[in-house]
């Protein structure tokens, strides 16, 4: 941690990769610290007067609401500016380049050139490469527009959530309190806040009852740290007088001067410096590029190939790059990035709506790719809520339910040990329900006081029902509240029972604190003296409790007698004028924040998903411990190095490492272990857990995986977690309890912080995945069926089988709706039950795919396709032996008694129309073989009639819509000539019909091989 | 490189013991690979002697012994499942046009709605459809005149009287019988065309200034032009002054196609089948001056005025004539 703390390093940090992120907490804290001390004047060591004058303001009137305006106008309002967006424009511009954007603008300009060319020569049809063009920069620009508007909308998704919940201040104005929206506060501000509030700024206070503040968000202490008026450290970030922004009060009241807002206040400053922790590229946009690479490679080298030999065969250099544009164009998918980002973002609608609400699209694909996910404990594993696990009474363990919808327990409640218990803890209790909550489950009500009694108030509440009807019925009369010294709480009450004048005792506290003051216990409701065998059943319970990582608490208590105690007693709790020992023990109540029903499910899910799940938390390391092992983090059957040295009674040293599956990792030690150390504790170990770690350390931990060559999701909520949020592959954040700049750091926003909404979103991503490649590859094949005509086209010099126009109409009309409607399959198998897909490996175009889709699939429909091409021409009176080598008196504007095979005579324009009723019926075969195509991509592996034919609606309303436009082109545009349709006889929709049902046959052929030869010759080339 | 690896690893829960191990041995023997990889792409791009040396690793791996990633054993597989797959292909491909092909007829298309009704076309035709040349000059019209001549050559009187029959004018010359049976044609005897049949004057009158051109209607099987009544020439100066062209004389008969010559029967059965033609014979037309002129077809199912066929029963040309 002690690199060192220069002024130089802190100027550096805004540009802090080149120091490498390992580095990067430490300089984190360090410049943290020098910022503080040089930016934070010294607030905490004036004096009230002092900062009334530096501030210009007046603790009982505050400011005037003009200074207040003034200051406003000045320093700006007081709210994070959120990180540096890239430009709207270069947004779009990068869309407009991106991708295959290039090799399109590229066919525009060589459209352009050549309508140049031949305007110059006087050509006529010279317009029509103008026309191309324009055509494609459109396609061009809308398709780029189309991907700018759907990055938006997914970021507005975002910018609304974050303005969900505005926050109010209770600020005191021309000497009125008032509520204003926080980011109304200027520096000089007088503010009140309350249990329960977010600190909205930086304050320095100067009034304090019983203020206690949650800084867990800043430093990831959970333990809340009172606050008081006195200036009792140095450093501004330790002293109790100032409360920091984003901060939560706990308990208590306070009131305080704003001395910082906005982007001044500390938590601004550490969120500015995350900005600096670069984000990685995510794993599907490297697929993505390595997919526009290949097909843009296979393009290109097509092109340039069949440009060298259409020149060798003395096609015209203006001929040869025509033909160079329909190849890029025909080679090109148009639409493909276009109907990724569709699905994408159809994904990331459906992890919404199961709580997961993705900010940037690509992390969708991400999830499920993720190997290793990092959780926090508190509030991901955990309910976030103390609850009563276990009692010890009658010396006996109960178990309580801990279930997060609890309306009974159902353990033994018989004894009148229980009943005095019982009466213990509802009456030794100073937490209350806020009124007004009757309706809601007992669970769900807000209870003021601090954790463990708002656990044992619901608990009461639950087994006894109205428990402030019995706290009224048994009067307080005294109290002695908690402290750190006394360790206990006492109260003493007059009882219920009217005919009974005693006062009854009661305490609870630390259980051995509570076991020296007893001298009796109570058995099945008669109280025995405390005997040493009674004392030792006592310590194993408190042990064994203790030992499950639970909160353990005794309780005892005592009738007072009555002729010493009268009914008018005065109690005196400063001189303690009654017993504080020699009291009845009564039992022990353990509790534990309970794990979140759900998790162990999930938790079990990511095992068979092979994603090792790591449990990160500042807790105890027993606590942590049991909790992993009650998830199933830390499997039933694993032990970590300290429990075989334990078992096998030897010292630690001497153990196998190797030999322990599960490992707990404590902060302290991680502090002084080597990066190396720390990989082979990642490596050897399956199940790990990281206690008392501090949100810094998980950084160390996120690059300590990231090493290992794994994908890394993370959990996070406090503005500390951060920079580990950006530095993981994704960075999950939690919805409730997640502070603005953990969301604004993370990928994803857990909107329940529930980590089973981690394991469904890794299905939906791994789900994507598939389906993508499904998709990828049914749009892949027709560009084999669109780009073999051209090359057929030239090398035969057959009359042009389909036209550039044609092929952006499959491209960016036919083919668009079913494309996406694959992103709606179900998986095939249980895609929970393999392992994550391993990155450098498993591509998503990978060679099978692109080869079986262009030179299996693809050719088959170009065979259908120029079956039905032939067929219009033949039927036409042009024999297929006659099409050979026509090409140029074909073309020939001149040539107007062009004789066919049966010797009749066509003018030019007549052919140029039965070219189009060729393109139109090349066209309409390739509709209908990419039917067939979409059904086959429904399954990778298995067969069709096994996934349903029917099961996806949307593949139906892929078909009928494909067909559907197909239709319109043809018989609604046909007589519009610039589309190059024509209408189109309705036999030729039949003649590709054979070839689909081949496509169709062959494909479940190749599928059933697969399935019966695993690991076969057959398999390994022929699955993608 | 990874192909091999790249199947197994997707269904790792599913795998038998042994095939795990092997795995752990694969990703070990890969370790210092990737190793190097994380180092290269941290450093930056590769560099350019890094690609170099892939390539040709990737080109012919001397360990493995792998071409382009294929070991011998595998291109061959690879290249005689593709050699299968493209022939079975290529089968399928030749029956079904074989099987389209048996059934159409060899003597009739099926469809003829795309080359109806006619087109038109001129002779002497040399490269486009300006005719320009000088009087004074033969060597500007003698191609002209070639080609007339050339074109006329199976219209040669000896030749029509040999091959084809004598033939009633004035109505459809309509055969009956089989389809496969040969079609009789009527002779069109180059000396119908009078002035433009070459015989008197062989220049066609090119070398006066008057120049023969002649027009022919294009070829459709089964096709009867004009509905019963002969479809007739006409032609005017396109888009320009009238006077240009002054008089115009057709042959034969007043610049009819004769209804004895149709239907065409297809160029299998009607073998000797001659087109009939109109001659016409611009006897006065403006002289120095481009002179554009359209001819047309009129009669009753002609189109003559499509914008997008400029050949659709009427044809557009120009006449240059100097001195």
């Known amino acids: ?307 060298i030999i259409s020149v060798s065969m003395r096609y015209k250099i203006l001929d040869s790059i025509i033909f160079l ?37 690509e992390a969708v694909e991400t999830l499920g790719s993720t190997s290793i996910i990092c959780s926090d404990k508190t509030g991901t594993l955990t309910q976030n809520r103390m609850t009563v696990a276990h009692l010890w009474f009658d010396n006996q363990i109960y178990s309580a339910d801990t279930s997060e919808d609890q309306t009974t327990q159902p353990f033994d409640q018989s004894s009148p040990s229980w009943t005095a218990l019982s009466k213990i803890v509802t009456l030794c209790n100073r937490a209350e329900f806020r009124p007004g909550q009757e309706n809601l489950p007992i669970m769900k009500r807000v209870v003021v006081g601090d954790a463990s009694e708002t656990a044992l108030l619901k608990f009461s509440e639950v087994i006894l029902g109205d428990v402030m009807s019995i706290r009224a019925q048994n009067k307080k009369v005294a109290e002695i509240p908690f402290n750190s010294t006394n360790k206990f709480q006492l109260s003493i009450h007059e009882t219920d029972d009217p005919h009974d004048k005693r006062f009854l005792l009661v305490m609870k506290g630390a259980p051995e604190r509570i076991l020296e003051r007893c001298s009796t216990i109570m058995i099945n409701g008669k109280e025995e003296p405390l005997d040493s065998e009674k004392a030792e059943a006592f310590q194993t319970a408190y042990m064994e409790l203790g030992g499950m990582g639970e909160r353990v608490l005794g309780f005892c208590h005592l009738y007072l007698p009555e002729n010493e105690f009268p009914e008018n007693f005065k109690f005196d709790t400063d001189s303690m004028n009654f017993p504080t020992s020699n009291l009845c023990f009564v039992g022990l109540l353990s509790m534990i924040d309970p794990p979140r029903s759900t998790v162990p499910d999930a938790v079990s899910k990511c095992r068979s998903a092979g994603i090792k799940v790591i449990m990160v938390t500042g807790d105890h390391p027993i606590t942590a411990k049991a909790i992993a092992k009650s998830v199933g983090i830390i499997s039933a059957t694993s032990e970590t190095v300290e429990d075989i040295a334990k078992r096998l009674n030897i010292p630690v040293e001497q153990v196998n490492r190797r030999e322990a599956t599960a490992a707990v990792v404590n902060g302290m030690e991680l502090k002084d272990m080597s990066s190396e150390q720390l990989d082979e504790i990642l490596r050897e170990h399956s199940e790990i857990v990281f206690a008392r770690t501090s949100p810094q350390q998980k950084l160390i931990i996120v690059e300590g995986c990231q090493r290992q060559g794994a994908v890394v999701a993370v959990t996070g909520d406090g503005v500390n977690d951060s920079p580990a949020l950006k530095k993981a592959d994704i960075g999950i954040a939690m919805g409730i309890a997640g502070s603005d700049a953990a969301k604004n750091a993370a990928d994803m926003v857990l909107l329940d912080d529930n980590f089973a909404s981690i394991v469904t979103g890794v299905e939906e991503g791994r789900l994507i995945f598939d389906n993508l490649k499904k998709t990828i590859a049914y749009t892949l094949t027709k560009n084999i069926a669109e ?238 | ?205 090119y070398s006066r200034g008057q120049p023969c051109i002649l027009l022919k209607m294009n070829r459709i099987i089964g096709y009867r032009p004009g509905a019963g009544v002969p479809v007739s020439v006409d032609c005017k100066v396109q888009k320009g002054n009238e006077s240009h062209l002054r008089s115009v004389d057709f042959y034969p008969g007043n610049g009819t196609f004769d209804l004895m010559y149709y239907p065409y029967y297809g160029k299998f059965t009607h073998v000797n089948y001659t087109s009939p033609l109109v001659a016409m014979h611009f006897t006065d037309v403006q002289k120095n001056y481009l002179v554009p002129i359209q001819c047309r077809l009129n009669g009753k199912g002609i189109i003559n005025d499509l914008n997008s066929d400029r050949f659709l029963g009427r044809i557009i040309f120009t006449l240059n004539i100097g001195k």
């Open chain 2, 1 to 205: 490189m990874d192909r091999n690896s790249s199947i197994g690893g997707m269904e790792g829960q599913l795998r038998s013991p042994s095939q795990e191990v092997e795995n752990k041995d694969e990703e070990k023997v890969q370790d210092p690979d990737r190793e190097k990889d994380e180092l290269k792409a941290d450093m930056g791009s590769k560099t350019w002697a890094d690609l170099a040396g892939e390539m040709k690793i990737f080109l012919w791996n001397p360990e493995e012994r792998t071409c382009l990633g294929r070991t011998a054993k595998s291109w061959g597989l690879i290249l005689l499942f593709y050699f299968i797959f493209y022939t079975c292909l290529a089968g399928m491909f030749a029956f079904c046009l074989y099987v389209m092909l048996l059934t159409l007829s060899p003597y009739t298309p099926r469809f003829r709605d795309r080359v109806s009704p006619p087109g038109v076309m001129i002779r002497p035709y040399l490269n486009g459809f300006t005719i320009a040349f000088n009087v004074s000059q033969p060597n500007t019209w003698q191609p002209y005149v070639d080609s007339m001549h050339h074109f006329l050559a199976a219209y040669d009187d000896k030749l029509q009287e040999e091959k084809n029959i004598e033939c009633v004018p004035g109505q459809y010359f309509i055969q009956g019988g089989n389809d496969s049976e040969e079609k009789k044609a009527c002779q069109f005897k180059r000396s119908l065309l009078q002035n433009c049949s070459g015989i008197e004057d062989p220049t066609f009158g």
């Open chain 1, 1 to 307: 941690m002690n690199v060192g703390c220069h002024t130089s390093n802190f100027i550096h940090v805004p540009r802090s990769r080149q120091f490498g992120n390992k580095n990067f907490s430490s300089l984190m804290l360090c410049s943290l610290q020098f910022s503080v001390s040089l930016g934070m004047q010294d607030d905490h060591r004036l004096s009230t007067s002092d900062l009334e004058k530096k501030y210009g303001t007046s603790i009982d009137k505050g400011l005037s609401s003009a200074r207040a305006a003034e200051i406003l106008a000045r320093d700006g309002p007081n709210a994070l500016t959120p990180p540096k967006a890239t430009p709207e424009i270069v947004k779009f511009l990068k869309q407009m380049i991106g991708g295959f954007s290039i090799l399109l603008w590229i066919g525009t300009g060589f459209s352009w050139i050549s309508f140049g060319i031949q305007l110059a020569q006087g050509v006529d049809s010279a317009f029509d490469n103008l026309y191309l063009g324009v055509v494609l920069a459109l396609v061009v620009i809308l398709t780029g527009i189309f991907a700018y508007y759907q990055e938006a909308k997914s970021t507005n998704i975002m910018a609304s959530f974050s303005k969900m919940i505005p926050q109010q201040a209770l600020v005191l104005r021309n000497a009125e309190k008032k509520e204003v929206p926080a980011d109304q506060l200027v520096v000089g501000d007088i503010v009140e806040i309350k249990g329960g509030d977010r600190i909205p700024a930086d304050i320095r206070l100067i009034f304090t009852q019983g203020c206690k503040v949650d800084n867990s968000s800043l430093t990831g202490e959970s333990e809340p740290q009172s606050r008081s008026c006195d200036f009792t450290h140095e450093n501004p970030l330790e002293t109790r007088n100032i409360a920091f922004y984003s901060t939560t009060c706990v308990e208590g009241t306070a009131t305080g001067i704003v001395i910082n807002t906005g982007d001044r206040t500390i938590i601004g400053r550490i969120a500015s410096l995350a900005s600096g922790v670069g984000n990685e590229k995510t794993p599907i946009a490297i697929e993505i590029e390595h997919f526009v690479y290949l097909v843009a490679g296979v393009a290109i080298s097509i092109g340039v190939l069949f440009f």
């Open chain 1, 787 to 1024: 780009l073999c005509p051209f090359l057929i086209y030239i090398i035969a010099s057959i009359p042009m089988p389909i036209g550039t126009i044609t092929i952006l109409f499959i491209d960016l009309g036919t083919d668009i709706i079913p494309s996406v409607a694959l992103a709606y399959e179900k998986a095939e198998s249980d895609i929970m039950n393999r392992r994550p897909r391993n990155k450098r490996k498993d591509r998503l175009v990978n060679e099978q795919l692109a080869v079986y889709s262009y030179l299996q699939i693809g050719i088959m429909q170009s065979v259908g396709a120029f079956v039905t091409y032939f067929t219009v021409y033949a039927e036409q009176g042009f024999l297929p032996s006659t099409l050979l080598g026509v090409r140029v008196d074909w073309e020939s504007n001149a040539i107007n008694d062009f004789e066919d095979s049966y010797g009749q005579q066509w003018t030019k324009y007549q052919r140029t129309y039965l070219q189009w009723t060729g393109y139109t019926a090349f066209f309409v075969s390739i509709t209908i073989q990419q039917v067939a195509d979409l059904i086959i991509r429904k399954t990778r592996r298995n067969s069709i009639f096994r996934q349903g034919l029917f099961r996806n609606k949307v593949i139906w309303v892929g078909i009928f819509s494909q067909i559907g436009i197909a239709l319109i082109l043809t018989y609604g545009l046909g007589h519009v000539t610039a589309l190059n349709f024509t209408p189109l006889r309705f036999q030729y929709w039949f003649v590709a019909v054979p070839f689909a049902i081949l496509i169709w046959v062959y494909d479940e052929i190749r599928k059933l091989l697969i399935r019966r030869y695993p690991g076969s010759w057959w398999d390994k080339n022929m699955y993608y």
């Open chain 1, 325 to 361: 544009i329909g190849i890029i164009v025909a080679n090109v998918p148009e639409g493909l990035l276009a109907t990724v980002t569709v699905s994408l973002s159809l994904t990331a609608k459906r992890m919404a709506k199961k709580n997961c609400l993705v900010k940037n699209l």
